[in-house]
């Protein structure tokens, strides 16, 4: 008993920051519509005013392809896209048919926080809205992110200064998923403390390496080996252009607005109301 007692002691650390580390590294697709009821004429009077989140936001990654610097720069012999996967090699002692029947999608945060227009579990909800009088999409997209501890959760804030709305949206883990959405109607002359999504999405990726490390140490069944390049440095392979409307921001007092947390589960579906506007979100793991 006291032999398994200390190879406990060694052993649960590490499969305690195995679980929290492969917790903090699953895919959501997150699917977002926002929009304005039509035809309605509230009598309640706004006269709350909403606090926005004072902390640190991100807001959504860029879209631009860059593309490394120094497997371009490599030697002329060789195509550079030839040595994209060079140092990269794989033996498995599994057969193809065990494989074939357990597919995994690969974790990759650098496809985090990047909008699309494609939806799949909103996509019919969407249609109906459109073929309706009372409602007016403002906006609708999808995008995949984690869903982090709550240390570790940050605002994701968008603003649509040619739509008039806003809203700062975070996903985190307390035992249960949980979603905190701030949305509004209106415009803020005042605007949040913005970080780089980059920097946010780098923190993950040096975990999703730690991970594959720590899954090489504890699965003898898979071997992989992978020689890290030097520090990369990208340059971009296409410029976006991205039209920013020259309106100015009106300096008011935001009273037209929602501010909800809720506990949620994966694949599920959540309204969230307002007498004159209305947000949907759907959140599945991938």
Known sequence: MKLFNNAFLLIGPLFICF??????????????????HLNQNPKEEFNNKLDLPNEKVINFASNEILI?????????????????????????????KQLEESPN???????????????E????????????????ILNSYSWIQNIPNLENSIYLYEEDLNKNYGYFIKFYRNRFMHIELNAYLGRKKSKPTILESTSY?????????????????????LDINISLNDKNEYVKYEDIKINIDSTEFFDEELNIFINEKKRIFNNEIHYFDHPLFGVIVSVKQI
């Open 121 to 136: 579990i909103l996509n019919k909800l969407k249609k109906k809205m459109l073929s309706s009088n009372n409602y007016e």
């Open 201 to 221: 999405i780098s923190n993950y990726k040096n975990k999703l390496i730690k991970q594959n490390i720590l899954n090489k140490k504890l699965d003898d069944e």
């Open 105 to 119: 999608i690969a974790t990759n945060p650098g496809l985090w926080f990047k909008k699309n227009k494609n939806l």
């Open 68 to 96: 490394n610097k120094n497997i371009i720069n490599k030697a002329p012999r060789k195509f550079w896209y030839s040595n994209l996967l060079e140092s990269i090699s794989i033996k498995s002692n599994k057969n193809n």
């Open 19 to 36: 679980s929290i580390h492969s917790t903090e590294l699953n895919q959501y697709k997150i699917e977002f519509i926002i929009f304005k």
